[in-house]
Antibody, heavy 119, light 110 residues
Framework: EVQLVESGGGLVQPGGSLRLSCAAS????????MDWVRQAPGKGLEWVAR??????????EYAASVRGRFTVSRDDSKSSLSLQMNSLKTEDTAVYYC??????????WGQGTMVTVSS | QSALTQPPSASGSPGQSVTISCTGT?????????VSWYQQHPGKAPKLMIY???ERPSGVPDRFSGSKSGNTASLTVSGLQAEDEADYYC??????????FGPGTKVTVL
């Protein structure tokens, strides 16, 4: 079964850091681009970041709202995706989803992990 | 503020059809045939319903169909069923390794 499982969410103070992880199984992780998408409480989906695969030099791209603060990375040997979040703001409060990227759509999603930024 | 525009709500009675629009620009929807649609029930992860404008993933009922004209894409749900009540989001590839999202449309089955 193709599956993505996020972890690492929690409560953090403004200005703090948090690292999210996404464990992939049931497919050849190394072949795929991967993305992070978030959803603030009661709001819509917002694309956060993307990483390509090895043949495409693991290129990364970020939404303007997180560029310079968030870093997406992957460990193909562990079928794992990460999102390092620094200088967190209250507006970063959201459920964070990892998603498998077919280059034209996001075809598999995890269940999400909640990040709350509050003092 | 979302890059794509969707109506906030749409509704229909069981058995009827409902169509949701998603409007972008020549830099996203109009420039690529890479529009996808997602269904999200409350408290659940989004689910891919349509990709590459018209394609349905395995397991998605053929009641769901997609189309595009110029800078506007559409999702039509025919033969509405109670379980179709959900939020629907459109996403388009926008070049430069980026996706742009719509704000979502809440579909209510009357």
């Amino acid at each position: 079964e193709v599956q993505l499982v996020e972890s690492g969410g929690g409560l953090v103070q403004p200005g703090g850091s948090l690292r999210l992880s996404c464990a992939a199984s049931g497919f050849t992780f190394t072949n795929h681009y991967m993305d992070w998408v978030r959803q603030a409480p009661g709001k819509g989906l917002e694309w956060v970041a993307r990483t390509t695969n090895k043949p495409n030099a693991y290129t990364t791209e970020y939404a303007a709202s997180v560029r310079g603060r968030f870093t997406v990375s992957r460990d193909d040997s562990k079928s794992s995706l990460s999102l390092q979040m620094n200088s967190l703001k209250t507006e970063d409060t959201a459920v964070y989803y990892c998603a498998r990227d077919t280059r034209t759509a996001l075809d598999v999603w995890g269940q999400g992990t909640m990040v709350t930024v509050s003092s | 503020q979302s890059a794509l525009t969707q109506p906030p709500s749409a509704s229909g009675s069981p058995g009827q059809s409902v169509t949701i629009s998603c409007t972008g620009t020549t830099s996203d929807i109009g420039g690529y045939n890479y529009v996808s649609w997602y269904q999200q029930h409350p408290g659940k992860a989004p689910k891919l319903m349509i990709y590459e404008v018209t394609e349905r993933p395995s397991g998605v009922p053929d009641r769901f169909s997609g189309s595009k004209s110029g800078n506007t894409a559409s999702l039509t749900v025919s033969g509405l069923q109670a379980e179709d009540e959900a939020d629907y989001y459109c996403i388009s590839y926008a070049g430069g390794n980026k996706f742009v999202f719509g704000p979502g449309t809440k579909v209510t089955v009357l």
